[in-house]
């Protein structure tokens, strides 16, 4: 219930402070807190995906959250993940199907979709609520 | 032999460089240092000691090569075929397996400016008998170049090609089965052998996918899948071999339909390791 403590904290500053159903932090505590989505979070809370965005986006502010980036191949497959887009490898690999069987290809990063996903912050615990790392 | 010593010296540089570098510098003991320069230089030999050597290299290195592999299952009665389409037998080891060469040509299309070429492959083909546990035919084709753009130092595409993998294993395999790999592959799976990072696989109402993000391993990260996988028909689908005395990193298999394929090279050899592995087990 770590990650529902924590979202609960960044929701009261965006917002009036929700009310968990139970169904919601069961939700919540089947969240991968090294890998999640804005979809996730919007998901969970019922918010509207402007508002998950924000929300993410405060807790990032907070040191709650970190924001990563990973570069998607043309079938959708994650290539590579990193911190920023600038960090993430120059080429991947990404796999083709060809008459049944699977062919790699070295792919530029810059040509490939990126998508957006958040973490827990380890290092968050020692953090003082509200305070801005 | 004859296919070998009627080629022309580029059908024959052409063939050599279907194999790594490090193999050819091995074997022929070549001081040239570029792949090229190492293949036209044996290419030009046409000597029949020089012949067979070439047969006898190419029939020991298959295993080093981009492959695409089928596996049939027979009742023990199946032989080696005495020719193969476009093309003959070039060696028969005591009935166990032979290396065959077929004749494909690739129609080309070039750019800058705009033409039509033939480009022409001596196609290596080994067909190998087991007879483990069950009785295997064993059909092995080396993957020819894909980028034909090298050949001609300007872009160009294959437009058509003379003769395929699945015209060959008719007249080779007609009529026999493709052998379900599920189960040896399945053993080397669990033993730890092979991970799989990318899987179709048939549930009870559905055909599923999985694709793990960053090639992570199904059975490491995700244990719930594996165990229903385990249990069903597996399709298309990407291993990492865990072994790091084996230099092939990774393959891809249909093991519903006996398929198995190679995609990079490997110096020593290795695929012929993982297929005895999967046959053995299966």
């Known amino acids: 219930m770590q990650l529902l403590e924590k979202l609960f904290q960044i929701i009261s500053k965006v917002a009036p402070p929700p009310k968990f159903s139970e169904k919601q932090a069961e939700m919540l505590s089947r969240l991968n807190p ?19 965005v924000q929300i993410c986006e405060a807790a990032v502010r907070q040191g709650l959250f970190e924001r990563r980036v990973e570069v998607v191949c043309p079938d959708g497959a994650v290539a590579a993940s990193a911190d920023t887009e600038a960090n993430l490898p120059e080429t991947v690999r990404c796999w083709h199907e060809e008459e049944g069987l699977l062919e790699p290809e070295e792919l530029p990063t810059k040509q490939l979709e990126k998508t957006t996903f958040y973490r827990l912050n380890d290092k968050s615990d020692s953090l003082p609520f509200g305070q801005t790392a | 032999m004859a296919i070998l010593q009627r080629a022309s010296i580029e059908d024959r540089k052409r063939l050599l460089e279907l194999f790594p570098v490090a193999n050819l510098r091995q074997v022929f003991e070549s001081k040239k240092t570029k792949k090229e320069e190492i293949c036209y230089a044996e290419a030009a030999k046409r000597d029949t ?6 047969a006898e290299f190419v029939d020991s290195h298959l295993g080093c090569c981009k492959q695409h592999v089928y596996v ?30 077929s004749r494909a040509k690739y129609t080309v299309v070039l750019r800058d400016p705009l033409e ?28 020819l170049e894909k980028n034909v753009s090298s050949y001609f130092e300007r872009p160009a595409y294959v437009a058509g090609k003379s003769l395929t993998e699945e015209t060959v294993l008719a007249g080779i395999a007609g009529g026999l089965t493709a052998a379900d790999l599920n189960k040896g592959i399945k053993k080397l799976w669990a033993d730890g052998y092979i991970e799989s990072i ?74 012929d390791a993982i297929i005895r592995k999967i046959i053995s087990n299966n």
């Not at chain 1, 090294?34 to 998950?52: C, M, P, Q, T, W």
């Not at chain 2, 299952?73 to 397996?97: C, F, M, Q, R, T």
């Not at chain 2, 083909?125 to 059909?139: A, G, K, N």
């Open chain 2, 72 to 101: 049939f299952s027979h009742d023990g009665s199946a032989k080696l075929p005495d020719d193969i389409a476009d093309g003959e037998k070039v060696l028969d080891v005591d009935g166990k397996h032979a290396l065959y060469l």
């Open chain 2, 49 to 54: 000691a020089q012949i067979k050597r070439v």
């Open chain 2, 116 to 143: 039509e070429e033939t480009l022409e492959f001596l196609w290596p083909i080994r067909v190998e008998l087991t007879h483990q546990s069950q009785h295997s035919l064993i059909v092995r084709f080396v993957v």
């Open chain 2, 198 to 271: 990318r899987s179709r696989f048939k549930k009870k109402y559905s055909m599923s996918s999985e694709t793990m993000d960053e090639e992570r391993g199904i059975k490491e990260h995700y244990p719930e899948l594996y165990a229903i996988m385990q249990e069903a028909p597996l399709y298309t689908t990407l291993f990492e071999v865990n072994d790091e005395k084996n230099s092939v990193d990774n393959f891809s298999a249909d093991p519903s339909h006996g398929i198995i394929g190679f995609t990079s090279y490997s110096e020593k050899g290795d695929t």
């Open chain 1, 34 to 52: 090294d890998k999640f989505y804005i979809e996730n979070v919007r998901s969970i809370l019922g918010v509207s995906h402007v508002a998950a």
